[in-house]
């Protein structure tokens, strides 16, 4: 099995370097990795396609965290291929179709890939999108009392890693979760618990919630992705635990009460 002390002559390239996986794939690798965005030493920009055969120069492996539009990524692609690359590992979502334009940009690459399915992100609550409503007192979503197995970004990093650097990941898709399935008032009752700091959950209507992103400047269709996400944990189909932590790791998935021993509430 390879090990890091083996991929150092390696090159891995990875994307979206300053984001909650990015930065914790990057110090994972140590001096493997090519860090890469818009702000990092190495500038990867996904709007100019300028940028992405510099970054691409020399890498044997790619971690992508994907654009919007999958188009890009199709063409990203063969240009990596073209380069040298040999082994890609993509960042994709639980429930993404099978038809996924992404994945599908991926898999037809001709050269090893691996696809991560993760559930929502633990560090939504500290790092992103629920991370100011928090600080406020009050979180106001449309997942009523639904309950989700999010996941700890650092998980998510971990198997990233494994399937980068060592063999048996090659064509595999890994759907991944944290350990138990909890409501949005279970966690914010733990974040209180942490840090005394009360807060609030209030469930909203879908309409409600995705005006809310919109007025926060987000794009009409990731306000209406989001929603729908959210509105599926409230209907109970996000509900279910996946093993990919497990099967990729051979351990448990971090707790959320891991996560809060790590995170900015400790």
């Known amino acids: 099995m390879s090990t890091l002390s083996e991929i150092k002559s390696s090159t891995i390239l990875v994307l979206g370097a300053t ?3 990015g930065r914790r794939v990057t110090d994972l690798l140590g001096s493997a990795a090519r860090p890469a965005s818009r702000s990092s030493a ?3 920009d996904w709007s100019a396609p300028e940028t992405w055969e510099p ?3 020399g890498a044997t492996a790619v971690y ?5 539009n999958p188009a890009l990524l ?3 692609v063969l240009r990596a291929v073209r380069s040298g690359v040999t082994r890609l590992v993509l960042l994709s979502m639980r429930g993404a179709p099978d038809d996924d334009p992404s994945e599908a940009a991926i898999k037809g690459s001709g050269v090893e890939w691996t696809i991560l399915r993760p559930t929502w992100f633990m560090q939504n609550f500290d790092e992103d999108l629920f991370a100011a409503p928090v600080r406020q007192g009050e979180l106001a979503v449309p997942a009523g009392q639904g309950v989700h197995p999010f996941i700890d970004v650092a998980d998510i990093a971990e198997v990233a890693v494994a ?4 063999p048996g990941h090659a064509g595999r898709t890994y759907d991944l979760s944290g350990p138990e399935s909890l409501s949005f008032a279970e966690m914010l009752a733990r974040i209180v618990a942490v840090t005394g700091t009360p807060v609030a959950y209030r469930d909203i209507s879908p309409d409600e919630f995705s005006a809310s992103l919109r007025g926060l400047g987000y794009p009409d269709e990731i306000a209406d992705l989001v929603t729908k996400l959210l509105v599926r ?3 109970g189909a996000e509900a279910h635990l996946s093993d990919g932590v497990q099967r990729v790791l051979g351990r448990e998935p971090r707790t959320f009460a891991d996560y809060l021993g790590s995170s900015k509430f400790a």
């Open 19 to 21: 984001g909650k996986t």
């Open 163 to 166: 399937a980068l650097t060592r």
């Open 42 to 44: 190495t500038r990867f």
């Open 233 to 235: 944990i409230r209907t």
């Open 64 to 68: 992508v965290v994907p654009p919007d």
């Open 74 to 76: 199709a063409e990203f």
């Open 55 to 57: 970054a691409l120069a």
